[in-house]
C-alpha cells in the first residue's frame, strides 16, 4: 500500500520503496543473466530480498502509527485499511484476468479449493500474493497486539517466520526430519510457499508496530549504517552459503533480513528529503503493473524484430521493463491524483458570494 507522506517526514521512506519496487522488478527480469548466472543470483536471490519485507514494515509502520488507541475508532481504521487492501486485489485480479486466461490457467482443471488458494493465499498471478498476505498479516499483527505487548507480538511473529524459514531457505534442514518434512509436505497442500500472510510478512508488519511505538529518539544514524551494512554483508554470506549447501526449496526468507531491513527502515526515517508527492503511488503500481510491462516488451520486441535486444540481452529487458512500468504506474497514479482531487473539490461545501 502506498504511503502520502510527499516528501518531507516520510520522503525516506517512499524514496527506498520505490527503490525496492525497482528490486523487485529485477527479481521477475533477471537483469544480469547475460552477464552470469550467479552475478543475477546475487541480485535477484540475495539483495533483492529486502524489498517486499521493505513494503510489509513501512505497511506496518505507516498503520500503526495512526491508530489511537480507542478501539472503536482503530477497528474502523483496520476495516478501512483492509477494504483498501481488497479494492487494490480485485483491481489487480481484473487487471491480470486476460493474461490468466492466455497462459491456460483455467484450461484444466480447477477445483473451488484450488481457486480459494489462489485468492487468498498464493495470488492469482505470480506476484499478486503481496497483497492477501498484507491483509492477513496486518489483522493478525493486529489482532495480536490487542492481547499483548510489542514485545510479545513480536515474539509471536518471529517463531512463524522461523517455522517459514523451514520451508523456504532452510528447506534442506527441514527435510532431514521425517517428521518435518511429512509436516511441511503436508502444509504445501494448502499454499505453494510459505512465504505468505502466516509465516513471512507478520514478522516485518510487528516491526513497523515496533517503530510506530518506540520513542522519537532513534539510534544514531552512523550506528544504523553499520548495522545496515553489517546486516547486508552477513544476509549475502547467509544467501550464498545456503545456495552452496543446496537447502533453498525457495529464496524469500533470510534470518539476517530482520536486521538488515529494520536498520535500513530507519535509516529512511531520518532522511527528510523531498520526493514527489506521487512517489508511494509509482512504487505501489510499478509493483503491481510490472508484469503486464514483461508481457508488453515482449510484444513489442516481437513486432519489432528486436527480440535479440529487447529481450535476449537482460540488462536491457530490464531497463526496458522499468521504462514502461513506469510510464504505466505514472499514468494511473497521476489519473487516480486528479481524481482524488476532484472528489475532495466536490465535498467541500460552497461558500456564498
Known sequence: ????????????????????????????????????????????GVLGRLAVPLFFLASGFLFFRKLTGRPRKDERALRKYGGKIAMLYAIAIVIYLPLNVYKGDFAGSVTAGGLLRDLLVDGTFYHLW??????????????????????????????LYAIGLLGDSYYGLAVRSNMLEGVYDWMFLWFDYTRNGLFFAPVF???????????????????????????????????????????????????????????????ALRWRIRVSPLAGSLSQWIYLLHPAAIVAVRGIAGATGLDAWLVGHSLLHYVSVCAVSIAAALAVSLLTERRRRARRQQSQPAIPA
Request: hydrophobic share 55%.
Open 130 to 159: 503481496y497483497l492477501p498476505a498484507l491483509w492477513l498479516g496486518i489483522h493478525l499483527v493486529y489482532f495480536l497486539h490487542k492481547k499483548m505487548s510489542v514485545n510479545g507480538v513480536l515474539a509471536v511473529t518471529i517463531a
Open 1 to 44: 500500500m502506498r504511503s502520502n507522506a510527499s516528501g518531507g517526514r516520510y520522503g525516506g521512506v517512499d524514496a527506498v520503496k520505490l527503490v525496492a519496487a525497482f528490486l523487485v522488478v529485477a527479481i521477475h527480469t533477471g537483469p544480469l543473466l547475460t552477464y552470469g548466472e550467479y552475478a543475477d543470483f546475487l541480485v535477484t
Open 205 to 267: 508488519i510487528a516491526l513497523g508496530l515496533w517503530v510506530a511505538n518506540r520513542p522519537e529518539r532513534t539510534p544514531r544514524g552512523s550506528g544504523l549504517l553499520a548495522l545496515f551494512l553489517l546486516s547486508l554483508a552477513g544476509l549475502f554470506g547467509e544467501g550464498i552459503a545456503l545456495r552452496a549447501a543446496d537447502w533453498p526449496r525457495h529464496d524469500s526468507m533470510y534470518i539476517l533480513l530482520l536486521p538488515a531491513v529494520g536498520a535500513l527502515f530507519l535509516l
